[in-house]
């Protein structure tokens, strides 16, 4: 056997136009700045502690008072401007381009003096409090709910307990059945002693649920994406793509330890709402109890909350009006994707202006 040679000239020539890419990517790096994100024009309607409502609006345009109020609920353990990372990759501004009266809830960071704060405090004290306030503002009684992820089942929940509040409802990437085969990341957390865990932490940081959220596909989301970056650094605009989502993924807020154990043992060890054994507070979960229009909207590639968690979803309300939409994206591509992101906001703004008009 002979062994392979190396063309040194050919890897003379390799190592040279890889120092140009690099060297033309740091510059581009420099030249950004600082990174910014949200770029769609919001006004802060309601700040009560760490949590703030924002309700958005065009560029020189006064926010939409047509049509019910949408409004986004986030999951806590990421921020919600992926929703609106950059122009041209944000699902908040194409949902205003198409006219939706779209408002959002930013959770915040919690602290020290959060650790006992409960799912009750969350759905039935701030969730609560803030679609009240969007009612106040608009004069309606009831608002659109749409929930992404963990928000999702925050949505589900409320809309179960609160009917009279939800016109109608829209689920993103939200799981349901937390038990399918295929869900990675609750069999990693069933696995763990969670109240071991809060009692020693008090709240669970952030960079420890991130790490372990990027563990599960630690080649795609680890070497491949910093060696994919490495061969696009000499392009300005997918570096400071790049940029803003590498912001976004290390910006993890703690989680208040009281929540993340009640959240962890009802809905990830008992598969609550699937059994109908979820409770929050006193009051039990009756997924029957929703007969508002509902949107499932799916990431086919979602590695996080695979299709099959998701789509139990069906038979598990009492709506009469059930649509599933999936799209070929992962669980960040479906917001971030500059196809994905306009094609969801034009799903969802027709989807409600489909039942507005009835």
Same mark, same amino acid.
């Given at each position: 056997m002979t062994a392979s040679r190396i063309n040194p000239e050919v890897s003379a020539e390799q190592l040279v136009q890889l120092s140009a890419k690099l060297g033309t990517g740091f510059r581009h790096a420099a030249e950004q700045g600082a990174i910014e994100v949200s770029p769609t024009p919001r006004d802060a309607v309601v700040r009560d502690g760490k949590k703030v409502?924002?309700?958005?609006?065009?560029?020189?345009?006064?926010?939409?008072?047509?049509?019910e109020p949408l409004l986004i609920v986030y999951a806590l353990v990421n921020r919600p401007y992926m929703m609106d990372l950059q122009s041209g990759r944000s699902v908040i501004e194409a949902l205003v381009d198409k006219g939706v009266?779209?408002?959002?809830?930013?959770w915040g960071y919690p602290d020290a003096s959060d650790q006992f704060h409960s799912l009750e405090d969350y759905l039935f004290d701030d969730l609560d409090a803030m679609v009240e306030s969007v009612c106040r503002v608009r004069g309606c009684d009831r608002v659109n709910l749409l929930g992404?992820?963990?928000?999702?089942?925050?949505?589900?929940?409320?809309?179960?307990?609160?009917? @009279?509040? +939800? %016109?109608?409802l829209v689920t993103m990437v939200t799981p349901v059945d937390f038990h399918t085969p295929d869900n990675l990341l609750s069999a990693w957390i069933r696995s763990i002693d969670v109240d071991a865990l809060v009692d020693t932490l008090g709240n669970v940081p952030g960079p420890l649920l991130n790490f372990s959220f990027l563990s599960l596909k630690p080649f795609a989301l680890g070497a491949r994406k910093y060696l994919e970056m490495i061969d696009n650094a000499d392009d300005a605009d997918r570096?400071?793509?790049?940029?803003?989502?590498?912001?976004?993924?290390?910006?993890?807020p703690d989680q @208040?330890? +009281? %929540?993340?154990?009640?959240?962890?043992?009802?809905?990830?060890?008992?598969?609550?709402?699937?059994?109908?054994?979820a409770t929050i507070g006193d009051e039990r979960v009756d997924l029957s109890r929703i007969e508002q229009p509902l949107l499932n909207v799916i990431a086919s590639r979602d590695h996080l909350v695979p299709p099959e968690a998701s789509k139990p979803l069906a038979?598990?309300?009492?709506?009469?009006d059930y649509t599933e939409h999936q799209?070929?994206?992962?669980?960040?591509g479906l917001f971030v994707g500059a196809r994905t992101s306009r094609n969801v906001a034009e799903v969802i703004s027709a989807w409600l202006a489909a039942r507005e008009s009835r």
């Open positions: 409502l924002y309700r958005y609006h065009g560029t020189d345009m006064p926010p939409s008072d047509t049509g009266d779209t408002w959002l809830l930013d992404v992820c963990q928000g999702g089942v925050f949505s589900l929940c409320y809309t179960a307990a609160r009917p @009279a509040r +939800v %016109a109608n570096l400071a793509t790049f940029l803003r989502m590498e912001k976004w993924i290390n910006d993890s @208040a330890g +009281v %929540a993340f154990a009640e959240f962890t043992r009802t809905f990830f060890r008992d598969n609550g709402l699937v059994r109908g054994t038979s598990l309300t009492g709506s009469g799209e070929d994206a992962g669980h960040i």
